[in-house]
């Protein structure tokens, strides 16, 4: 008897809600390489994609041109929130992945902060990229801007 109510109570019941979808995003920044902080150098600017996976973890592809040098460099992250995916909580995020260049790839271990609401999102981000132990390790700062696509 019990069984023939499952149906009804099932259609009865309010709907939940599916999980929000995050929104994909597409920018551009400019930045430089800090090695040394009393001599920036390598200005650069790039462009970057935010493609949500699952949960905290986006695809973060990014391509730069240094134009005072005319070098490119690409990067293939992954980047987590760890704090969230919504609100203020999702300010923060770090990733990592790797570096490619004309020179051999290197690592990339990226931190930063964006604005999580609106269409417009600011971002500053910093990027260590090579390796410590080969006392060679770069880090770079780029600030830029991010828009949301779609609604």
């Known amino acids: 008897m019990r069984v023939r109510y499952l149906p009804l109570i099932l259609t009865l019941a309010p709907p939940t809600p599916a999980p929000a979808q995050r929104p994909v995003l597409v920018g551009t920044y400019v930045g430089a390489s800090f ?3 009393t001599d920036p150098r390598n200005g650069r600017v790039g462009a970057s994609a935010v493609l949500p996976l699952f949960g905290p973890l986006d695809l973060y592809p990014s391509f730069e041109i240094f134009p005072d040098v005319g070098a490119w460099q690409g990067l293939l ?5 760890p704090l969230g995916t919504e609100g203020f909580a999702s ?3 770090i990733g990592g992945g790797v ?5 051999a790839p290197r690592k990339a271990l990226v931190t930063g902060l964006q604005w999580s609401s ?3 999102r ?7 990229l090579g390796d ?6 770069e880090l770079d700062v780029v600030a830029g801007l991010s828009v949301r696509m779609g609604n």
């Open 99 to 103: 570096a490619l260049s004309a020179q």
């Open 122 to 128: 600011p971002f500053l981000e910093m990027r260590f």
């Open 118 to 120: 609106g269409r417009a």
């Open 132 to 137: 410590i132990e080969e006392a060679n390790p």
């Open 91 to 93: 300010t923060w995020y």
């Open 77 to 81: 992250t992954v980047r987590l929130q």
């Open 35 to 37: 090695s040394t902080p």
